[in-house]
């Protein structure tokens, strides 16, 4: 079955450290999109991505970082700049534009906490 | 102002009611309306979409659209404990950016 698989489930980050998110699709969609959900709150766009090899800053890119090297992959890279990561992080991509009626597919999430 | 605003709640309705649930947008120019419904702990799952004024019915779900007064709203019809849950509201804004813009949610509560 087609899908998004985003992992780790569960990550836990050190003071300073770098940690990447992983985020694999094997529905052929060429958007791909990271978006941060606090408690009680919606989602904030950090990064978005229509092609291979090009991405956009979101509302929140400070401290992260993306690459889009294959249509397949998306991942997120939460720096050391981040200073409040502790957050659930989505995955989602698109068939076609984000105003097309089939809205997105979501993966799992990763939540990612500061210890 | 939000560019996508919703009331947090939570709203608590009993088994059986209609529970309406609201959304207003800030640019006018907006063409397509999503609602998704996300579980505790869960990721979000589409539910509606709507783009054209007036009514969308499926299943208990009406979604409602009214552009000149830019808001969009969602009525679940004979309201089931299982539809406790995080109702987002989510909007393509005509701003250029090829992404959706989330409301914060409104958290629902049906009471059996």
């Known amino acids: 079955d087609g899908g998004i698989t985003q992992s780790p489930k569960y990550l836990f980050r050190k003071e300073g450290q770098n940690v990447t998110l992983s985020c694999e699709q094997n529905?052929?969609?060429?958007?791909m999109y990271w978006y941060r959900q606090d408690p009680g709150q919606g989602l904030r766009l950090i990064y978005y991505?229509?092609?291979?090899?090009?991405?956009q800053k979101g509302d929140i890119a400070e401290g992260y970082s993306v690459s889009r090297e294959k249509k397949e992959s998306f991942p997120l890279t939460v720096t050391s700049a981040q200073k409040n990561p502790t957050a659930f992080y989505l995955c989602?991509?698109?068939?076609?534009?984000?105003?097309?009626?089939?809205?997105?597919?979501f993966g799992s999430g990763t939540r990612l906490t500061v210890v | 102002q939000k560019e996508v605003e919703q009331n947090s709640g939570p709203l608590s309705v009993p088994e059986g009611a209609i529970a309406s649930l609201n959304c207003t947008y800030s640019?006018?120019?907006?063409?397509?309306f999503f609602w998704y419904r996300q579980y505790s702990g869960k990721s979000p799952e589409l539910i509606m979409f709507?783009?054209?004024?007036g009514d969308k019915e499926d299943g208990r779900f009406t979604a409602q659209l009214n552009k000149a007064s830019q808001y969009v709203s969602l009525l679940i019809r004979d309201s089931q404990p299982s539809d406790s849950a995080t109702y987002l509201c989510?909007?393509?804004?005509?701003?250029?950016?090829?992404?959706?813009?989330f409301g914060s949610g409104t958290r629902l509560q049906v009471q059996p």
């Open positions: 709507i783009y054209s004024n």
């Open positions: 989602a991509s698109s068939r076609q534009g984000p105003w097309a009626p089939y809205g997105y597919t």
């Open positions: 989510a909007v393509s804004l005509d701003t250029g950016r090829r992404a959706l813009t």
């Open positions: 640019d006018r120019g907006s063409q397509s």
């Open positions: 529905l052929n969609h060429d958007a």
């Open positions: 991505s229509q092609i291979v090899n090009d991405f």
